[in-house]
């Protein structure tokens, strides 16, 4: 009610995952502000908190997956395999709260449902869902770029008389599966993890495929003690690979073109990349993503490599029908997925040939026959990178709706900030590499950007900070050239381009310039006193 108090802050910061506790960490330790984040949740950890499904663990190497900014931190985390589970995530998001004492200014199981600028006072008034009011001077979103569930709307869901689950909102007491049916729609990166474990307890798991995927092993194990050691003595250099390479992954993309080699040198390249496992097989060659008769032989070795695992004909062939370029879709990698299908317990169902028509009380209806299910899991992805922004209902100058300003799709600046949204600044949002990049060098360098920018307003004695339309076209158009020098705009059912949300406007929203350009163009705007903005007292 509007009887209720405002609690006042310089800084209010939304989402308590790897973004928005760093931006705390930073301004309040950095610059001594009064700062504030709000968490939807019970717990810090953003996608780590809620993506608890089975297998679920990060496609980025565990070395590599974790903050950068402090030494000590670096020293003393130790990571037990080579990519990192959800519950060891979480832990280290907890470890590093405690550490740097972070929890005492989150406030949890508080869900933001507005944020309206008010001009003349110039401050973001922010709502929550149970009443409580905020204000502060400059609002930054932390909401992720995949934290809104994407369930799709299939007639008859409310009728379904088994119990149903998205990947994205998994219960925390888990899921038993044992000897139940399973269904799971969606073979992304989270349904590639998800098959394995949970054919491994279900009575029979059915897979409805509606775009096969590429997916190479990850070839996980336990970090070794020789390999803590090596990193031990190498974490610099770790360090400022990860900062200077196109994708943050401390991995170099090789500087070798497909057709500089003959077939039977590149079969072998290609070869030791699979055995290799993980996202490094993109890096195998410079032109993957840029030339597609270079794309079309890699996609030809995994499609190969599928068909050799698959046992079964008809399965193997629905697996391998992949109509976009090699990585055009975010590349899943996976632990014995295809192998999955050789169980006797697992199908595939392709729903390009028969599609669903509906869930009954019993199971999943497609256009050819009924599959009765106790259990359906939504591996069906998210309303990627503008979602979490848009469910906030921020408001900006005038009272206009950032929903009003994106109705064609997501315009900003350097993926920052947008025009007549004075002190809000967005990590991680459309337009920013962060989503082609790996997560926390992309999101540590936003962190440290916005706040020396704050800082250098601060010591200026400026109150705010707003970018202008040209800046913008100028940014859309250098995000679209970015992605039209690539094959990415290729994959036409890609979260990239919003189309896995029915309705959502198609534009190609990550910048797939490479982060160390951006951080360039960045470092650049500061050096020239925040060029493309408009500050003032
Ligand atoms: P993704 O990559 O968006 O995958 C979602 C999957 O669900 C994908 O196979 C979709 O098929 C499928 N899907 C979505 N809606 C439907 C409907 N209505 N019917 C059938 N199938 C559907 O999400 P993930 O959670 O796997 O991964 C997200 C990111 O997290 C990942 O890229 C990494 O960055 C980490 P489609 O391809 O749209 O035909």
Known sequence: SNNTPVASYDALIIGAGFSGMYQLHSLR??????????????????????????????????????????????????????????????????????RFDLKRDIRFDTRVTGARYDEAANLWHVTT????????????????????????????????????????QWPHGGVDFTGKRVGQIGTGSTGIQAVPVIAAQAGHLTVFQRTANYSVPAHNAPLTPEFQAWLDSNREEVVQTMRSTPNGHPFTISERKVFDVDAEE???????????????????????????????????????????IVKDPRKAAILSDIDHPYAAKR??????????????????????????????????????????????????????????LLRLNIQGAGGRKLAEAWEAGPRNYLGLQVAGFP?????????????????????????????????????????????????????????????????????????????NVPGKPRVFMPYAGGMAHYRRICDQVAAKGYEGFVLSD
């Open 331 to 388: 590349p899943p990698i996976d632990t014995h997925y295809f192998e999955a299908y050789n169980r006797d317990n697992v199908d595939i169902v392709n729903l390009r040939a028969e599609p669903i028509e509906r869930i009954t009380p019993n199971g999943i209806r497609t256009s050819a026959r009924d599959y009765p299910l106790d259990i359906i899991v939504f591996a069906t992805g998210f309303d990627a990178m503008t979602g979490p």
């Open 266 to 308: 590149r079969e072998r390249i290609y070869e030791a990349a699979w055995a290799k496992g993980g996202l490094q097989f993109r890096a195998s060659f410079q032109d993957l993503l840029v030339d597609k008769t270079a794309n079309d032989t890699a996609a030809d070795f995994i499609k190969r490599k599928i068909r050799s």
């Open 129 to 168: 869902e149970t009443g409580e009011r905020y204000a502060a001077q400059y609002l930054i979103t932390a909401v992720g770029c995949l934290s809104t569930a994407n369930v799709p709307k299939i007639p008859g869901l409310e009728e379904f008389a088994g119990d149903w689950y998205h990947t994205g």
């Open 29 to 98: 330790d950095r610059l001594g502000l009064k700062a504030l984040v709000l968490e939807a949740g019970s717990g810090v950890g953003g996608t780590w908190y809620w993506n608890r499904y089975p297998g679920a663990r990060c496609d980025s190497e565990s070395h590599s997956y974790n903050y950068t900014f402090s030494k000590e931190l670096l020293a003393e985390w130790r990571w037990s395999e080579r990519y990192p589970e959800q519950p060891e995530i979480l832990r280290y998001l907890n470890h590093v709260a405690d």
């Open 423 to 499: 002190n809000l600044f967005t990590i991680t949002g459309p337009g920013s590499p962060s989503v082609l990049c790996n997560m926390p060098i992309a999101i540590e360098q936003h962190v440290e950007w916005i706040t020396d920018c704050i800082d250098a307003m601060r010591k200026r004695g400026l109150r705010r900070i707003e970018t202008t339309e040209a800046a913008m076209d100028g940014w859309v158009a250098e995000v679209n050239r970015a992605a039209d020098a690539t094959l990415l705009p290729q994959a036409k059912h890609s979260w990239y381009l919003g189309a």
